[in-house]
């Protein structure tokens, strides 16, 4: 079955301590009650978990792009990439950090055009504009 997961997700009461601590690090920080999946999933690697979580953590926290702006762009890499649980799951932090059913729709418009001239483009290959390259 494809939706079966490769390794089985590991629940708090079944977690090591020290996997239990990011996870109570993951709730405390996210303001809420309970661990998803993916955290779960790579709970079977102690280290990959923390790694993860820690850079997760520095990359989406507070910086020069507003926080919708950071879950919009995770979406639009998220559905190029063909990833089903991250589009899903930014798609959900971003409307509740407010984007609209338009704004989705947009960026994924901007998602399907950018994959189009993309490959047109890579393609073609057209010289770079001399005025689009850095001075």
């Known amino acids: ?40 999933v790579l709970a079977h690697d102690p280290e990959l978990l923390r790694r993860t979580w820690s850079d997760i953590k520095h990359v989406m926290g507070p910086g ?18 063909g990833c089903e649980y991250c589009t899903y799951s930014h798609t959900a932090a971003a409307r509740a950090k407010g984007m609209t059913d338009a704004q989705l729709m947009e ?21 770079v504009d001399v005025q689009f390259k850095p001075r």
Do not use: C, H
């Not at 629940?11 to 303001?31: F, L, M």
């Not at 792009?65 to 890499?77: G, N, Q, R, S, T």
């Open 1 to 40: 079955m494809a939706d079966e997961p490769v390794v089985q997700p590991i629940e708090y009461e079944d977690a090591s301590d020290e996997v239990r601590a990011v996870y109570d690090d993951i709730k405390e920080s996210r303001g809420i009650d309970w661990v998803n999946n993916f955290w779960k």
């Open 64 to 81: 020069a792009l507003d926080p919708l702006v950071k879950e919009m762009i995770y979406i639009a890499v998220s559905a190029t990439n």
């Open 107 to 127: 960026v994924l418009a901007v998602v399907g055009m950018a994959n189009e001239t993309n490959r047109l483009s890579n393609g073609l290959r057209p010289p």
